[in-house]
């Protein structure tokens, strides 16, 4: 059973930056993929995900603003997000996926907003 820890989240103004971090208990293989997922009023939707070898996939919506990184010595995944917009507004989720198997973090809120 994998089970993750998220930090980071708040209160943040337009065009302001912040950084998700999430943290994987157990050995987690470098052919699992970590992400962030995010949810506001409707479905959740892909932010950016990346493999242990560094493969990365970002949501078109936050090309060039966010970027995802990984340390798998740490078994930690990373969202660094810049030049925030009120429509970044959302519940972020840690997700892992190990096969066929999806594990998810409880979820930290993200509120940009003057």
């Known amino acids: 059973q994998v089970q993750l820890v998220e930090s980071g989240g708040g209160l943040v103004q337009p065009g302001g930056s912040q950084t998700l971090s999430c943290a994987a208990s157990?050995?987690?293989?470098?052919?699992?993929?970590m992400g962030w997922y995010r949810q506001a009023p409707g479905q959740r939707e892909l932010v950016a995900v990346t493999?242990?070898?560094?493969?990365?996939t970002y949501a078109d919506s936050v090309k060039g603003r966010f970027t995802i990184s990984r340390d798998n010595a740490k078994n930690t995944v990373y969202l660094q997000m810049n030049s925030l917009k009120p429509e970044d507004t959302a519940i972020y989720y840690c997700n892992v996926k190990i096969g066929p198997t999806n594990y998810w973090g409880q979820g930290t809120q993200v509120t940009v907003s003057s």
């Open positions: 157990g050995s987690i293989s470098i052919f699992a993929i």
């Open positions: 493999t242990g070898y560094g493969t990365k």
